[in-house]
């Protein structure tokens, strides 16, 4: 039978790495139902042919020996003992019973990683709160994705990929693509090869931070202030586009005069650069 099955032929299928949101272009070498080889699509229009250490380690991922694949229980002495399916559902039904009939259904939280953002089980575990009546469930959505989301999608419609590689600066504001987007990283650094510049507002000294034209570091829970700080010199400086602005955005007026009950002593208090280098950041973004 092993023989019959070591002269299978390859296929390679073309497809996408499922990791993180970058979704880069993938092509799976698969023999006798295993992968045997991980590359990178040349001609996919936004990864191009990039994979991540993450994306590259797909095979050994996937077919890990030590991969959890059946339920494990925790014994009193801190080991562990592999029970079955049924056994585990049980449990959990007698444990969320207890908490539901104690402290009611609101006291349950669910929290999904990543990985099972988007999986098929999504709907699954959407269905599972509401007829439990907890309405408190959060992904890594809930702290990043949805804000943004949202935020672009009611000043442009729609929530843009940035043209990096094309971008004259690059700002990245509590971001460190390094490490959560390395295919947003590779981009970065290309447009850097290409001339771009790069300012990281972060109050860690990331990788980016340490490449970048520009670092500021603003003190924790101060970005707002920092934001501030830039509309008021890019409006007094008027490094603006005038002709765009008096088309197509409303409320300048209202901008104008709500940033007097924030002048920018009180701006320089928050943040451990010099005004002379928040300066320098705005005319760099308008350079
Ligand atoms: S950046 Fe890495 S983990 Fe994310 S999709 Fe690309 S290869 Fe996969």
Redo the contacts with the bound molecule.
């Keep these: 039978m092993e023989s019959v099955k070591s002269t299978r032929k390859i296929n390679n299928i073309t497809t996408v790495?499922g990791?993180?949101t970058?979704?880069?272009g993938l092509i799976l070498s698969i023999k006798d139902d295993k992968i045997i080889e991980v590359n990178g699509q040349k001609n996919h229009p936004v990864?191009k042919g990039?994979?991540?250490p993450?994306?590259k380690a797909l095979a050994s991922i996937i077919h890990a020996p030590d991969r959890l694949r059946h339920p494990l229980k925790k014994n009193k002495g801190g080991s562990w003992s592999e029970i079955s399916w049924d056994s585990a559902l049980d449990f959990l039904a007698d444990q969320l019973k207890n908490i539901k009939d104690q402290y009611g259904p609101q006291a349950l939280a669910v929290h999904v990683g990543y990985p099972g953002v988007g999986r098929e089980f999504t709907s699954y575990y959407n269905l599972f709160c509401q007829a439990f009546g907890t309405p408190n469930v959060s992904t890594p959505g809930s702290h990043c994705h949805f804000s943004k989301f949202l935020a672009a999608s009611v000043t442009i419609g729609t929530l843009p990929v940035p043209d990096f590689e094309n971008s004259r600066c690059i700002v990245l504001w509590g971001s460190n693509p390094t490490v959560t987007?390395?295919?947003a990283a590779n981009l970065i650094t290309k447009a850097r090869r290409n001339g771009g510049k790069l300012i990281v507002i972060d109050p860690r000294e990331t990788f980016m931070a340490k490449k970048a034209d520009l670092h500021l570091q603003p003190r924790p829970g101060t970005d707002g202030a920092l934001a501030l700080g830039f509309i008021q010199v890019i409006l007094k400086k008027k490094l603006y586009d005038s002709n765009f602005v008096n088309n197509w955005i409303i409320g300048l007026d209202y901008l104008v005069e709500y940033l007097k009950i924030y002048p920018p002593r009180k701006n320089r208090e928050n943040h451990r650069n010099s005004p002379k280098e928040n300066r320098k950041s705005c005319e760099t973004l308008w350079k």
């Design positions: 790495c990791i993180c970058a979704h880069c990864s990039y994979l991540c993450k994306g987007s390395p295919l």
